[in-house]
């Protein structure tokens, strides 16, 4: 299975502050990468697919980039609701989809 | 709107069965792939099976396979996953997923059912 690690796992931030979530994959996915929100009590949420693909009714402050094996998660100017966990999740190994260990962000 | 709404999660004893079902409606049901994905208590997501639109076409994780079967009923607009010789480790919360078909990203998510397996 392909791996998929996150760091930090857990980030505390500031409303306003500009935030980026790193995630690498053990061996190249391509583009093969989306990210989802989870809050706490709640499903995830799809962000972004295909690495940088915003989707629909997902904020603008939300992006998307990478290639391979490293991407990122950015968060332009963090909101109150934006305080979550966000995982990544590999779509290019199918059957074997995997997700990273996610990262909480906090609120400082 | 897209709705996912599982059902038949509880509590069961380790070696024991439980089918779940998700009810889906808002979108057409059979031209969809579907997922399970679970998530432990206080722990990550961990994808456990997919089914194609027609169902002909099944897929699961090493951790469940030969214990789950997943299934569909395109005319109920159905899902299921039936568990069998259930394990303290299937203790978790299992959504259902629309799956988007070709780059294989979960688009839409059920609100999850809680199994929780323990005597």
């Known amino acids: 299975d392909i791996q998929m690690t996150q760091s930090p796992s857990s980030l505390s931030a500031s409303v306003g502050d500009r935030v980026t979530i790193t995630c690498r994959a053990s061996q190249s996915i391509s583009s093969y990468l989306n990210w989802y929100q989870q809050k706490p009590g709640k499903a995830p949420k799809l962000l972004i697919y295909?690495?940088?693909s915003l989707q629909s009714g997902v904020p603008s402050r939300f992006s998307g980039s990478g290639s391979g094996t490293d991407f990122t998660l950015t968060i332009s100017s963090l909101q109150p609701e934006d305080f979550a966990t966000y995982y990544c999740?590999?779509?290019?190994?199918?059957?074997?989809?995997?997700f990273g260990q996610g990262t909480r962000l906090e609120i400082k | 709107e897209v709705q996912l709404v599982e059902s038949g999660g509880g509590l069961v004893q380790p070696g024991g069965s439980l089918r779940l079902s998700c009810a889906a409606s808002g979108f057409t049901f059979s031209s969809y792939e579907m997922n399970w994905v679970r998530q432990a208590p206080g722990k990550g997501l961990e994808w456990v099976s997919y089914i194609s639109s027609s169902g002909s076409t099944i897929y699961y994780a090493d951790s469940v396979k030969g214990r789950f079967t997943i299934s569909r009923d395109n005319a109920k607009n159905s899902l299921y996953l039936q568990m069998n010789s259930l394990r303290a480790e299937d203790t978790a919360v299992y959504y259902c997923a629309r799956d988007e078909g070709l780059l294989y990203y979960f688009d839409y998510w059920g609100q999850g059912t809680l199994v929780t397996v323990s005597s």
């Open positions: 999740q590999q779509s290019y190994s199918t059957p074997g989809i995997t």
């Open positions: 295909a690495a940088s």
